[in-house]
């Protein structure tokens, strides 16, 4: 499942003999998607897992979040959207202490 979501969905391939136009080389072998309707039990659930992975993150993520993950298509586009968002947030929290610092040496007690 963390595949999925830090390198995107599986894709499924499947090998196919090809024919050259020239017909006195060897058929060499070709990789091509495989069609849904061809999958095993097993390749169901792998081509599933992305599915899986998005419903996860939509439970998980705090609702104020999801209208910017609605659109993605993938739980890898979600997974990087989510990631900047904290990296940005980080950086404002940096920023806010920062500056509570600065406010906290430069306060000064009056006279009364």
Do not use: H
Not at 47 to 56: C, G, P, Q
């Amino acid at each position: 499942m963390l595949e999925v979501i830090t390198k995107g969905p599986i894709v499924i391939t499947e090998v196919v003999k090809s024919t050259p136009l020239d017909t006195t080389k060897d058929p060499y072998d070709e990789v091509q998607i495989k069609s849904k309707t061809d999958f095993t039990t097993e390749e169901r659930k792998q081509d599933e897992l992305d599915n899986l992975a998005k419903s996860i993150i939509f439970e998980a993520v705090p609702d104020k979040y999801v209208t910017k993950i609605i659109k993605c298509k993938t739980a890898k586009e979600m997974w990087d959207i989510l990631e900047r968002l904290c990296n940005e947030l980080e950086k404002i929290k940096e920023t806010k202490l920062s500056i509570a610092c600065q406010k906290f040496d430069t306060f000064l007690m009056l006279k009364n």
